[in-house]
């Protein structure tokens, strides 16, 4: 029996030693509380000296976060790409371990169509780079992508103490770097996707942890560091470097000998700037055009600025792409007006922060008096407003700027410890404890108690609700070279399963539209040593059976029949 068996629920009805949730809640806290304060003789010592050494405090944060990520492996194993996005920037790790930055079109490329992903002038992803290049650096090195997820998560946390170092005391840098583990660490969505923004957040660490420095002493190291900074969010986020850039320009007048840091980190970014060019160029045949605003040329989609025009797509798309891009469209369209989008941006900010540390923000507020932290606020202010003019938003849109809201709570939790240093010390342990907590239901809770628990908190995936894994364990038993048609439903929703590597002919697993009998017949014709599949993910479960012959269309479930308020089954009126 596991430990958490004994948490069945949390209601006391439900369990066997009749606690309820504030039971568990509370026995949690005063365990923690007389574990730290039994501990603190001995973790205080050893936490100063540590964070005082740069170079092995991040390596303790960086390996403290890869270390409780793989504890997690018997449970929650290498995620499984779930949808468009993972698999339009695992197309285009694939390329770049390849060595290349685009592939050439298909001859057929109407059977690989699918969402964010460009079929002419080139085959390609239509995201920057980034990301990918941290995918294909696990690709390379570990002959697995999530290896470089996992590694950027590390790197970011890492590199947030070092950030921090700029701005504080080494002491409370180190608590900003144990922070970041816990809200961006093993249970975060950016460390178990692939898209998610540690790269991006990296980039804003290396930023905004140069500049402090630069306003001290003009060093060359932090000038190169603030142009790779700069150089890594373009490659990462092209939109949002410009807030990026933004806030760099707001600190310039307190930057001594700006004339000496300008042309170094100019000359840092001129890498990034080139890569860009040429990945542009690659794709899309222009030096200026990103393959994101490719798409929305070719596709409509992803939607453009919200003071544009929405785009005319320029590509016939097969009915079932229809019905995922116009419905995105209309979807985000009706998203809401300027200030219901800013209010949505700001419930985004608990992603941002572990709870208890929203009490030690208002601390910060004397502090603004200070230039530096004037700047810290606006510089928020300005990624939020900035992320607004975007129909529709993700947390790691704006993660260059993660680490100035960990700056934030840590300043905040500073000025308290001046006035209070018991109820500082509290919220700390109070964080403490709700990543404990949490990591502890993920670690050694079941599929039982994580189903119960997901409508307290978030939840990471666990098992295979949508069979893929199931469909791939089968394909990958087949012996030799597969090709599968995917057959959506009328009723298929935004559900991505088309999924092909960067060279689709060398690749075992094809997967293809289906388009009818009479198109596929070419397809067919084109791989003739190929066993053919079916593919119906829209099926419950989905399935997956031969194609020796063109295969009907499988009947669509019957609607459910009429009801009248009494209960009576009403006959259609044919």
């Not at 949690?28 to 973790?43: D, E, G, K, Q, S």
């Not at 285009?92 to 109407?110: Q, V």
């Not at 995917?486 to 293809?512: F, K, P, Q």
Request: one cysteine or more; proline letters at 8%.
């Amino acid at each position: 029996m596991q430990i958490f068996d004994v948490f069945r629920s949390f209601l006391p009805l439900h369990n066997p030693i009749g606690f309820g949730a504030s039971d568990f809640i509370e026995l949690a806290l005063a365990f923690l509380l007389v574990v730290l304060v039994l501990a603190r003789p001995l973790i205080e010592p050893v936490a100063r000296n540590l964070a005082r050494k740069t170079g092995w405090c991040m390596l303790f944060l960086a390996g403290l976060t890869i270390a409780l990520r793989l504890a997690l492996l018997p449970v929650y194993p290498v995620p499984t790409p779930q949808g468009a996005d993972d698999f339009s920037y695992l197309l285009l790790a694939d390329t770049l371990a390849h060595f290349r930055l685009a592939n050439p079109p298909h001859l057929l490329h109407r059977f690989f169509e699918t969402n964010f992903v460009l079929q002419e002038p080139a085959y390609s992803s239509i995201y920057p780079l980034g990301p990918a290049l941290a995918l294909a650096l696990g690709q390379v090195v570990f002959r697995l992508p999530w290896a470089g997820v996992v590694l950027s998560v590390a790197a970011f946390c890492s590199l947030c103490y070092w950030m921090l170092r700029g701005w504080t005391t080494p002491g409370w840098a180190l608590l900003g770097g144990l922070l970041a583990v816990c809200e961006f660490g093993p249970l975060s969505y950016w460390m178990n996707c692939y898209w998610g923004g540690a790269v991006s957040a990296a980039a804003g660490c290396l930023v905004f942890g140069a500049l402090p420095r630069l306003r001290e002493r003009t060093r060359n190291r932090d000038c190169i560091l603030l142009g790779l900074g700069i150089g890594l969010q373009m490659l990462s986020r092209p939109y949002e470097s410009v807030m990026l850039d933004l806030a760099v320009v707001l600190f310039l007048p307190v930057l001594p000998r700006f004339a000496k840091v300008a042309p170094i980190a100019g000359l840092a970014v001129l890498p990034a700037i080139a890569l860009l060019a040429f990945h542009n160029h690659a794709v899309t045949g222009s030096w200026t055009t990103l393959p994101y605003m490719q798409s929305q040329n070719q596709y409509g989609v992803p939607t453009t600025f919200t003071f544009q025009p929405k785009p005319v797509p320029h590509v016939h798309l097969a009915a079932n792409q229809e019905v995922f891009y116009y419905g995105q469209s209309a979807v985000h369209d009706a998203a809401g007006g300027f200030f219901a989008r800013l209010i949505s941006r700001l419930s985004f900010t608990r992603f941002f922060l572990l709870p208890p540390l929203f009490l030690a923000l208002p601390f910060l507020v004397p502090l603004l008096r200070e230039f530096r932290f004037a700047w810290v606020v606006l510089t928020l202010v300005l990624f939020t407003l900035g992320s607004n003019l975007y129909p529709y938003f993700f947390p790691h849109y704006v993660a260059a700027a993660a680490c100035l809201i960990v700056l934030a709570a840590v300043a905040g939790l500073a000025r308290l410890y001046r006035f209070n240093p018991l109820a500082a010390r509290w919220l700390v342990v109070l964080c403490g404890a709700h990543f404990l907590f949490w990591y502890g239901i993920h670690a050694l809770g079941n599929e039982r108690i994580l189903n119960a628990m997901s409508q307290f908190g978030t939840v990471m995936a666990h098992g295979d609700p949508q069979h893929r894994i199931a469909i791939e364990a089968q394909l990958n038993q087949a012996a030799g070279k597969q090709l599968v048609f995917v057959r959506y439903w009328a009723t298929h929703g935004y559900s991505e399963w088309l999924r092909n590597a960067a060279d689709i002919d060398s690749a075992r697993i094809v997967m293809a539209l289906d388009l009818g009998s009479e198109e596929n017949e070419k397809l067919e014709r084109y791989y003739p040593d190929r066993t053919v599949w079916l593919l119906e993910p829209d099926a419950l479960p989905p399935r997956l059976t031969p194609y020796h012959v063109p295969v009907e269309k499988q009947p669509e479930p019957p609607p459910a029949p009429k009801q009248s308020n009494n209960g009576i089954v009403l006959e259609e009126v044919r």
